[in-house]
């Protein structure tokens, strides 16, 4: 007899990892971009423009860096927070917590003896009974003790690798204009690469989260560009 084929589900599980890996590499393609462009126009030594653009490399990947971590220490810090809450309402006020699980069940479409009967199993164990009102009623998931030291690094990693990207054309020996006119092909390039990947992990359209990446970056880097050298003619640079 011919064995059943078993069917496994692949589900996408790494969704803080490539949030932080596209907060990272978003920015550092386009403001370094905008930054070296905008020089671009202003002088015509490669190394000003490599100085300047490494220092904001530097400075954007720890202030974004910074900022994932601290982010991601307020969300243990909620997550701590509102599991003390629990902890003593189930102490103090267990049943109002347990009519708050019937309702849940209810919800779900369970009601007379299997509504009892699932409502008992919870409230039986306080640890459980903890865990299933932190997830069911206020939607919290315990978060990882190295959540927050794992998204500032790689946000701030990502912004390294991403910013090379825009910078690099400007270590060759060309002009300035030249390597402005590479440097915009090499990010736009990485950028739809990078939405590519993106939405394959993700178990999305490739061609298009590739082509959605590729715009929205461009835009962004135009915008940023433009900006840049309004402020730069403004100022008479």
Known sequence: MKAKPTHREEHFTASELVRDLVIGMSDGLTVPFALAAGLAGAVSNHWLIVIAGASEIAAGSIAMGLGGYLAARGDADLYAAELAREQREIVELPDRERQEIEQIFIGYGLSGQ??????????????????????????????????????????????????????APYLFPISVNQALALSGVLTLIVLGLFGYLKARIAGLDAVRGAAQTAILGALAAGAAYLISRIISGAAGV
């Open 114 to 167: 299997a509504l009892e009967a699932a409502t008992e199993a919870i409230v039986s164990d306080p640890h459980s009974w903890l865990r299933f009102m932190m997830r069911e009623e206020l939607g919290l998931d315990e978060p990882d003790p190295r959540r927050a030291r794992t998204s500032g690094a790689t946000i701030a990693g990502a912004y390294i690798v991403g910013g090379m990207v825009p910078l």
